[in-house]
């Protein structure tokens, strides 16, 4: 059974950065497609960004130019600029490979001044 754990969760202010991570309990990033998503109060999971294998790229609009996600063999990263107070959310890693499908517990980002 794979194992993610999130980290780097926080308070910050409004126009503030936070870093992500992702770990693994095994190797599967060289192989997996890993996700970010986000789960605001109230509202439902939603995608935040995307990278493949190959290191290809995809961000929600509303992220877009202002958050960044890379990868190496053992972690996954979100880098997220720019920060607003509706960037407020459980964020989760996800790593997906056919029917495989895993997620991590989640990290708590809230943005307020």
């Known amino acids: 059974q794979v194992r993610l754990v999130e980290s780097g969760g926080g308070l910050v202010q409004p126009g503030g950065s936070l870093r992500l991570s992702c770990a693994a309990s095994t190797t599967i990033f060289s192989i997996y497609t890993v996700a970010w998503y986000r789960q605001p109060p109230g509202k439902q999971r939603a995608l935040v960004a995307t990278?493949?294998?190959?290191?290809s790229s995809d961000y929600a609009d509303s992220v877009k130019g202002r958050f960044s996600i890379s990868r190496d063999n053992a972690k996954v990263y979100l880098q997220m600029n720019s920060l607003k107070p509706e960037d407020t959310a459980v964020y989760y890693c996800?790593?997906?490979?056919?029917?495989?499908?895993?997620w991590g517990q989640g990290t708590q980002v809230t943005v307020s001044s």
């Open positions: 990278i493949t294998t190959g290191g």
């Open positions: 996800n790593a997906y490979l056919g029917s495989r499908n895993y």
